[in-house]
């Protein structure tokens, strides 16, 4: 599967649902059970298969800062996301969720975007870092 945006997000973007300069947003890793739906999935109850908890990840995952650039001369937006850590930590991950937190159910949180690792990675007490080598682009 490759990694997608949510179709929600866009929907949530343009409605003011969502703003990447304010808003909290969270990581959470999933295993390869798990088959994102662009179209169909909203909110973070509809991901399922998220790892077990082990070490310093937490269901849910953890935050990561988001930083907005708006590129006149190609007209487009990247949306980058910080680096998260899981120390200690045995974990099998095939992709990462991203997603708005509200600090609440999972029902409310709004899906962001799927992260394909391309294979499964895994940890065995140790540190599993997702590092976000492609921004989120929107282009005119």
Known sequence: MASIIYNSCIDDMARGAIDFDTDTFKVMLVTSSYVPDK????????VTNEVSASGSYASGGAASTATVTKDTANDKVTITFASVAFTSATITARAAVIYKARGGASTADELVAYV?????????????????????TLQN
């Not at 179209?39 to 509809?46: G, V």
């Open 39 to 46: 179209d169909a999935h909203t909110k973070r109850s509809q």
């Open 116 to 136: 394909d690792f391309g294979s499964d990675v895994a940890s065995t007490n140790d540190t599993f870092t997702v590092t976000f080598s492609s921004p989120l």
